[in-house]
């Protein structure tokens, strides 16, 4: 084990089953990781493969220019931040805060850090533990681009195909958010479909050899949605909302007689009649996305504004 107290390229604090993925790719990479995890028992396996391991959170953050903070949600890493030295250990130190949470939370963290002389990065992880590294891995981050832009390096040795989404601190979180969103919503009709198959008594074979190309459908899909609403066009020459309505509508009854609840089916046509009950029923499907979009520009000026350095 290295010397705790010698200079490390990188920290990882949080070693669970994300941020100990995290610190074995820095690791591999050749890195000189240092880590931190509440429990001791996770950082024993690190420590046998190079990792050195730090007595405490003041003296991790310390040891290195940039600290990963992979923790359960944001209350865990406000707790760790409030410990013993740790505010004097954040002076010209960069936090790259993993941890899943809200745009206003990554606000707050980046305002309290920044008052303390170290710059913040807000990282959300579009990957389980298992892909952490792989080609594709795609961390967003928002924050100071010149921060993200320096320590990219690094950055990208868990995540090559990182990108970064804004400048206020909560904009990673919101398009990780957004994009989770779809994914579960996906995976959801997804399960429905396995079950209304089990419960026809047909082999999901049937439904793995669709899964490739209903997803090549599914971005087909989207990018002519981002189509329509960059023209404003959404005539209705491939299919109606009211005709989406009628014919799911129908889908939804057909599986509740088989005794299966077409749980995502009935969120999407609730979704369908949104655009239909302000009368753009004879539209494209792109008008409900228009029609949700329209409804939440309320709520922009909320949104958390990053403070200046
Ligand atoms: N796993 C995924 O697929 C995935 C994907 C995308 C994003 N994420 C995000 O990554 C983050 C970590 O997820 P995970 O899957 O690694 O979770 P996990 O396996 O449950 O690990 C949680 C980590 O947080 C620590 N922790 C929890 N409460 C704490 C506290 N009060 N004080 C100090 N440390 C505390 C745990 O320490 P102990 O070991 O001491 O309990 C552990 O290191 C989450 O924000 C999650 O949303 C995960």
Redesign the pocket.
């Known amino acids: 084990m290295q010397n705790p107290i010698s200079k490390h390229d990188v920290t990882v604090i ?7 993925e995290l610190a074995r790719a820095l690791i591999a990479a050749g890195k000189k990781v240092i880590v931190w ?3 001791s028992d ?1 950082t024993r396996a690190l420590a046998e493969i190079g990792a050195a391991v730090a007595a405490s959170p003041a003296e991790a953050i310390a040891a290195s220019p940039i600290t990963l903070m ?4 944001y ?2 890493a406000d ?2 931040l409030a410990q013993v030295g740790v505010k004097e250990a954040l002076a010209g130190k960069v936090i790259a805060q ?4 809200s745009a206003e939370e990554a606000a707050r963290q980046a305002e309290w850090l920044e008052a303390r002389g170290s710059a913040f990065l807000a990282g959300g ?5 298992r892909a952490v590294g792989a080609p594709e891995t795609i961390i967003l981050y928002s924050g100071d681009p010149a921060i993200f832009e320096e320590h990219s390096g690094v950055l990208g040795i868990v995540a090559p195909a990182q990108r970064h989404v804004g400048s206020r601190p909560g904009d990673a979180a919101t398009v990780y958010t957004a994009v989770w969103g779809f994914y579960f919503a996906a995976m959801g009709g997804f399960f429905d479909g396995l079950a209304l198959i089990a419960g026809c008594g047909l082999p999901r074979e049937s439904v793995k050899e669709m899964v490739a190309p209903m997803a090549g459908k599914f971005v087909e899909g989207a990018l002519d949605v981002f189509a329509r609403l960059d023209a404003g066009n959404f005539a209705g020459d491939q299919a109606t909302v009211a005709g989406h309505i009628e014919g799911l509508e129908a889908t939804c009854a057909q599986i509740r007689e088989t005794g299966v609840e077409p749980r995502m089916l009935d969120a999407f046509v609730s979704q369908l009649r949104v655009a239909n009950a302000v009368g753009r029923g004879e539209e494209d499907i792109a008008a409900v996305a228009d029609s949700l979009m329209a409804a939440s520009q309320r709520f922009i000026p909320a949104m958390p504004v990053a403070p200046t350095r």
Request: glycine share 18%.
């Open positions: 949080g070693l669970g089953a994300m941020g100990g995890n509440r429990s996770k992979c923790l359960w949600d209350a865990s707790e760790i993993l941890t899943t949470g992880i579009m990957c389980y533990p």
